[in-house]
């Protein structure tokens, strides 16, 4: 399933306040970018998940974020650096930006 227009809107008008936010349809989800630089995806069940480095994955564990793992075809347990943003913040635009510019500031 692919990610449809109005989940675009949805994710360019929660992250709004970061500046100019664009979007890439990748893999049946969508990448969000500030500038150059991806920071966000949305998949296409439809969590949005934010991307951690340097502290952040700390940060978002410490929040009790789920980490994006996945099971590879041989089996194996594998993870990604994403993690999923709870569901409230989705409702708090201003929230989700301020983890937004905190995973900006490590990436």
Known sequence: MAVSDEQIAFVTDLFSDLGPV??????GGLG????????????????????GAGNMPAAFEQAGWAP???TRKD????SMPYWTMPEDLLDDPDAACDWARRALADL
């Open 32 to 51: 969000i970018y500030a500038g150059d630089t991806i920071f966000a995806i949305l998949m296409s069940d439809g969590s949005l998940k934010l991307k």
């Open 22 to 27: 664009t979007t890439r349809k990748m893999f």
């Open 68 to 70: 994006w793992t996945y």
């Open 75 to 78: 089996g194996a347990a594998s």
